[in-house]
């Protein structure tokens, strides 16, 4: 892989935009566009979202578990939609949210990170909730092979606040710590750093600081979870703030226009021309 993440996504979003167009295959949609729910329906799903938009975005974001909800088969239909959104020209970030230790946290940035491996993609999800530095296989892998990072920092379920919001004895919330420790390690790197966070854009304006970061925020709640521009604005703006690194994050408000082709384009346009009303 040719680069680092870092500076491909900021290449990415200067030609195409900020919008991260989500493919997840739930049940429901899979009822709403007539479809059976096994393999077949799941591949005709996931393969005319990805064909219809994949040429237009920056980022695509397939979700792993509704594909592997669907065993051996459902996984390579994913392999199909990675292969598919890159040859598009989109980057393929693969949202697994996996986050474990040691030897087993290598295992999956082998299955993710990896030239050569089946699932590799642009970038992928992580949860750092067993401490940050369990991540280290898959920053290290990561950094080797051009790929990025996103991390769970304060995402947008109303329980992630228990514990994302909580103030440990040093000081400062524990999402802030992530995204601390995140910046820490895009120190230095132009345009951007390769270690995102992800922060959902239906939360709170000012519970975080991510005026250091220095890298992408990927910000779930797009649309159909009600966060337009102006609650983007509001979240992410100000004189320091971070809104040119924030790619927001549509799935449903996209995926219900389906399975037309045209409209599901059509969609994508539509967010992508109220997104283009941000500063950046």
């Not at 491909?8 to 979003?13: F, G, H, N, P, Q």
């Not at 237009?56 to 994913?78: H, N, R, T, W, Y």
């Not at 950094?143 to 992630?160: H, K, M, W, Y």
């Not at 000012?206 to 009600?226: H, K, R």
Request: net charge negative; proline share 8%; aromatic share 4%.
């Amino acid at each position: 892989m040719t680069g680092r993440f870092g500076a491909r996504l900021a290449a990415a979003v200067a030609e195409r935009g900020p919008l991260c167009a989500g493919v997840d295959p739930h049940p429901g949609l899979l009822r709403a566009w007539d479809l059976p729910a096994d393999v077949s329906g799941l591949e005709r799903f996931a393969l005319t979202a990805t064909e219809a938009v994949a040429g237009d975005v920056a980022v695509l974001k397939p979700q792993s578990a509704f594909f592997e909800a669907f065993g051996s088969a459902g996984i390579a239909v994913l392999e199909r939609v990675i292969a598919a959104g890159r040859a598009a020209g989109a980057l393929v970030l693969l949202d697994v949210k996996r986050g474990d230790i040691g030897s087993t946290m290598a295992a999956y940035a082998a299955a993710y990170l990896t030239d050569g491996a089946p699932l590799a993609a642009d970038a992928v999800t992580v949860s750092p909730y067993l401490g940050f530095g369990s991540l280290e296989p898959a920053l290290t892998a990561a950094r080797d092979s051009g790929r990025g990072l996103f991390v769970l920092a304060r995402t947008s379920n109303p329980d992630g606040a228990e514990l994302q919001n909580a103030v440990p004895p040093r000081g400062g919330t524990v999402a802030q710590s992530i995204v601390d420790e995140a910046a820490a390690c895009n120190a230095g790197a132009r345009p951007s750093g390769d270690v995102g966070v992800v922060v959902g854009a239906t939360n709170r304006p000012g519970e975080l600081d991510l005026g250091s970061l220095n890298g992408p925020i990927l910000a779930p709640g797009f649309g159909a979870q009600g966060a337009g521009p102006a609650e983007l604005a509001r979240l992410f703006g100000g004189p320091d703030g971070p809104l040119r690194h924030v790619l927001p994050a549509s799935s449903r408000e996209i995926l219900r226009h389906g399975p037309d082709a045209a409209a599901l384009r059509a969609a994508v346009r539509k967010a992508q021309d109220a997104l283009a009303s941000l500063p950046r």
